[in-house]
């Protein structure tokens, strides 16, 4: 079995296809054809890196001083988001067919169950986490605090702010 971290470090995707043809055709196709296709496409699909340029400007953090390995900073950012987002919404995007969740293709490709699906899912978003922690430079650097807060957000936002995925919330504490 693969550890997270290396099913986490696919190469980005080269594809010059539009991303929201890229994620439709999976989903039309049933399916992920493997975790490293997800990852990959999650990454091409995700609007969290242009996001997060939008609010350094915002915050007027100059773009030219960010850290040497900024850009591996910002995908396991990136990753921590969307995979929390994936154990968040998991059962409901389950009971509604949906294909573009780790935990649905954990279930789909391996034959997980449901709370094993959702368990590695957890497991995968602890990595991200501890490899977006690995890049952060020592040295203090503005954008840190904007992905940090975002990270943590993310995670206060479903557990705490919102009904959209209630249904969800009881099952990921059984697991």
Not at 3 to 19: F, G, I, Y
Not at 55 to 60: I, P, Q
Not at 91 to 113: C, H, P, T, W, Y
Request: glycine share 6%; net charge neutral; with cysteine.
């Amino acid at each position: 079995m693969r550890s997270p971290q290396a099913c986490c470090e696919v190469a980005p995707d080269t594809v010059s296809k539009p991303r929201n043809i890229e994620e439709s055709t999976h989903r039309d196709r049933g399916g992920f054809p493997s975790v490293e296709a997800y990852i990959r496409g999650r990454l091409r699909f995700s609007a969290v890196e242009l996001c997060l340029e939008l609010g350094y400007l915002f915050r007027g953090i100059p773009l030219d001083g960010r850290p040497v390995r900024y850009a591996e900073m910002a995908r396991w950012c990136n990753l921590h988001i969307s995979y929390a987002n994936d154990a968040f919404s998991f059962m409901k995007e389950r009971s509604r067919g949906e294909v573009s969740n780790l935990a649905i293709v954990f279930e789909q490709l391996e034959g997980l169950s449901p709370e094993a699906a959702l368990e590695k899912t957890c497991r995968y978003t602890d990595q991200a986490l501890a490899m977006y922690l690995s890049y952060r430079p020592a040295q203090e650097w503005a954008g840190c605090a904007l992905m940090e807060s975002w990270m943590r957000g993310n995670v206060d936002w479903h557990a705490r702010r919102t009904g959209r995925y209630v249904e969800g919330l009881s099952f990921a504490a059984s697991a």
